[in-house]
């Protein structure tokens, strides 16, 4: 039985359900907080019962209200990395779900996401291949991914998507630890090398190109999150989270997820707000 065969039998057996998982590995930047949030706001938002994960660089030590909020809290298995965004390619080895929904941290959910799983289901691994602005249509990404666009790769975005655990979606975690380990090579394979530093959605592209996994990457409407960097949404002032179903933003009402990208939106008056419709 070959390796993958293996590790599949006994990860399964271990394993229960969906749920939704993000990772909040503190460093200079408070993401436990940003978590606390996104998990409040899927709460809020879902009318049915929903599992949350939350992976922590020490679930002892964390933010305890984490543990309140969230089904899951889980010490990342500690291992050596490029950078902490390698521990996204042992997603399936944490996860406590057979079925998991990956999101930034960093984002708000204003919508019930349960009646996108027949989307989801539709594949094995299924990432954003696009995302949106305030008014729902599609950003021009292209400031943010040039070295996407000169090589052809897909337009992975890691912020949202959807994995089962099937031997073919444990290969490409695989490949993309391998990736992260040998990315002063892997890398140069590529035009403008020289510019990027080992990041999870351009090690995540080079895997899916290197296994043809390329049908992984939606080219419909779901899924897809509102991204508020500037180039995608471009000048914005103004905003107010009147409740977690509606949030405006420059007179628009945001009807997907939301990264809002800046850490500094998740204050503790917010957090407040949340908990009130929890």
């Keep these: 039985m070959c390796y993958t065969k293996k590790v599949l039998q006994m990860h399964v057996s271990l394993k229960k359900g969906v749920g939704f998982l993000t990772y909040a590995l503190n460093t200079g930047v408070d ?12 709460r809020a938002s879902h009318k049915s019962k929903i599992q949350i994960a939350v992976v922590v660089n020490d679930k002892n030590t964390c933010r305890s209200e984490l ?12 291992k050596n990395v490029v ?6 390619a042992d997603l399936l080895d944490i ?11 960093d984002m708000l959910v204003p919508c019930d996401m349960s009646v996108w799983m027949h989307t989801f ?5 299924y990432f954003t291949g696009h995302v949106i602005d305030h008014a729902c249509d ?36 695989l490949e993309v630890d391998r990736i992260f380990n040998d990315w002063d090579r892997e890398i140069r394979k590529h035009r403008l090398w020289e510019r990027h530093e080992p990041s999870t959605d351009f090690a995540m592209a080079m895997a899916l190109a290197n296994m043809e996994f390329l049908d992984a990457v939606s080219n419909t409407h779901l899924p897809t999150f509102v991204h508020n960097k500037k180039y995608c949404v471009g000048d914005w002032q103004y905003h107010t989270v009147v409740d977690p179903t509606t949030i405006i933003v420059n007179g628009a009402r945001i009807q997907y997820p939301w990264h809002y990208h800046d850490k500094s939106f998740a204050t503790e008056h917010l957090i407040s707000k949340y908990k009130q419709y929890v």
């Design 121 to 125: 289901r539709l594949k094995d691994l």
């Design 31 to 42: 993401y436990e907080t940003c978590a606390l949030l996104w998990a409040l706001s899927l």
């Design 95 to 105: 996860t406590p779900f057979k079925e998991t929904i990956k999101m930034e941290c």
């Design 138 to 173: 599609i950003a021009n990404d292209s400031k943010y991914r040039k070295f996407i666009q000169a090589n052809q790769l897909p337009n992975v975005y890691n912020g949202l998507y959807y994995v089962r655990m099937t031997e073919h979606t444990l290969q490409f975690f």
């Design 67 to 78: 543990h309140d909020i969230c089904d899951h809290v889980i010490t990342v298995p500690k």
């Design 83 to 88: 950078n902490n965004m390698q521990y996204e």
